[in-house]
């Protein structure tokens, strides 16, 4: 039985698809105004757990992710600047250009990490048609207005309006929101069209029957999760500063036009954060993948990180604990080659108890760090040979996605006082001289090597 948290209630439940046997998942992408962030990247790579999961249990997956290259705001709820139009006007290119260029560099990022490309990624800017259509439906059934210039969503008319944020009726009435805009009835209601847009140089333009504009930011993931899962589908999934205004209004907007429950999971990530407090793309503190590989990082060492911590809790960033993942990932496909070079069959009854313990942790809610003791214990056993051991590995690396059987040996250069003392180290051995072998073994480990003497020699390797 697979069990998620689903925020809409706010407890763990038994999944149930729509379709028997498959499932349709919707995830808000990246916007594409900058380098995607590495807690940008921890969501990405929850969703993709996520899947695997799905794919592991033998669901045939429909995933579908938008790319944000249009109308999305410094402020989640239409306060602010343009974010294409700011990265347009820092970097001396077209807002096209930018969307672009970002778009491949977070796409380079997705393939580092071994994140599954969805099946459907569809941009903003491809699909105003859908998103005009949606809004007229929204307006036939009263549920906007135009002030200002601007087509507004008029909370008032859903009554269900902040149900998955747990929003009080009383308090939105109250208008618990500050908002400078003074064309809304209601602090929380939101643009959905933008024609006098407030930027003047905004070059992203298209006709509409209400003027020439833009869309507002929620309506795009309505209309196009609505065009590719259809107007009942089963996740939708997100970082969880999207519950209380995006999520929020895309559930406004879609059940709004539909009058029907438009999905039935709302799973939401937790963030990663700083030692020094939150990290953002519009904070200016953030840190890219890049820069971690510049620092001699994998990616997929902060993929491993990521799978230290359960998704639901927040996950402090420190490059103590990204030396740490970086070094179990190593031992890890050390044992993995060791294991490959191993002769012997597996026996199938043998591996079926650890692919039940590794299923029980993946699918209740995607208990990672649970996942991970059992693929340790299974490394760790002494009652399985080689070839078991590589079979359950490369199972549990359909959801891990570590690369694994991919792994290759080490070869470590060495140069210096540790290569001249690994020299005279074989010639003592040679000689049979265990003692001066052995004090030599202690002076390179104190370097930071680590020694395996093998019938092919000696290999060396950093600790
Ligand atoms: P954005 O490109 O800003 O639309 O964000 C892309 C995704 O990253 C969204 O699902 C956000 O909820 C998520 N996100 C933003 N900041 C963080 C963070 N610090 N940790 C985890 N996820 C985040
Ligand atoms: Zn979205």
């Not at 998955?164 to 959905?192: C, E």
């Not at 869309?215 to 970082?239: N, Q, R, V």
């Not at 070094?327 to 009854?349: Q, V």
């Not at 792994?407 to 000689?431: I, Q």
């Amino acid at each position: 039985m697979l069990k998620l948290f689903n925020t809409l209630g706010r407890k763990k439940e038994e999944f149930k698809p729509i379709k028997v046997g498959e499932v349709g998942i919707y995830t808000c992408g990246p916007t594409v105004y900058n380098y995607a962030h590495i807690g940008n990247l921890r969501t990405y790579i929850f969703e993709d757990i996520l899947k695997r999961i799905f794919l592991y249990n033998g669901f045939k997956v429909k995933h579908v992710m938008n790319i944000t290259d249009v109308g999305h705001l410094t402020g989640d709820a239409d306060s602010g600047v343009d974010k294409m139009l700011l990265a347009a006007q820092r970097e001396g290119k077209t807002a096209w250009d930018v969307a672009k260029f970002y778009t491949d560099a977070f796409f380079r990022d997705m393939e580092k990490l071994n994140i599954i490309k969805a099946d459907t990624v569809c941009n903003a800017t491809q699909h105003i048609k859908e998103m005009i259509e949606l809004i007229r439906r929204l307006e036939k059934k009263g549920i906007t207005y135009a002030a200002g210039g601007n087509v507004y969503y008029d909370i008032s008319k859903f009554k269900d309006y902040g149900k998955l944020a747990l929003l009080k009726q009383d308090d939105l009435k109250a208008g618990a929101r500050i908002d400078v805009d003074a064309n809304k009835k209601n602090p929380y209601d939101f643009v959905l069209w933008f024609t006098k847009s407030k930027f003047g140089e905004q070059e992203m333009q298209w006709d509409s029957p209400w003027g020439r504009g833009y869309p507002g930011w929620h309506i795009e993931c309505s209309a196009m999760s609505m065009k590719y899962l259809g107007e009942h589908f089963d996740i939708h999934c997100g970082g969880i500063d999207h519950i209380p205004i995006h999520h929020t209004n895309e559930i406004a907007q879609s059940e709004g036009a539909t009058g029907k429950k438009w999905v039935n999971y709302w799973i939401h990530g937790e963030f990663l954060v700083l030692e020094t407090g939150r990290m953002g793309k519009s904070l200016g503190n953030f840190i890219t993948l890049q820069n971690l590989t510049d620092q001699g990082f994998d990616a997929l060492d902060y993929r491993y990180m990521c799978l230290t911590a359960h998704y639901r809790k927040q996950l402090t960033f420190a490059l103590d604990a990204l030396e740490g993942a970086k070094n179990s990932l190593r031992r890890l496909r050390e044992k993995y080659i060791e294991f490959r070079k191993e002769t012997g069959k597996a026996d199938e009854k043998k591996l079926k108890s650890y692919k039940e313990k590794f299923t029980d942790a993946v699918n209740d809610d995607l208990n990672m760090p649970q996942a991970l003791a059992v693929v340790w214990e299974a490394v760790d056993d002494k009652n399985l040979n080689g070839a078991e051991k590589i079979a359950v590995l490369d199972d549990f690396d359909k959801v891990l996605g570590l690369r694994l059987s991919e792994s290759k040996e080490e070869n470590v250069e060495l140069t210096g006082e540790a290569k001249k003392l690994v020299e005279e180290r074989e010639k003592a051995r040679k000689a049979k001289d265990w003692k001066k072998s052995d004090e030599l073994r202690n002076k390179i480990e104190s370097l930071g090597y680590e020694l395996k003497d093998t019938p092919e020699g000696t290999k060396v390797k950093k600790k």
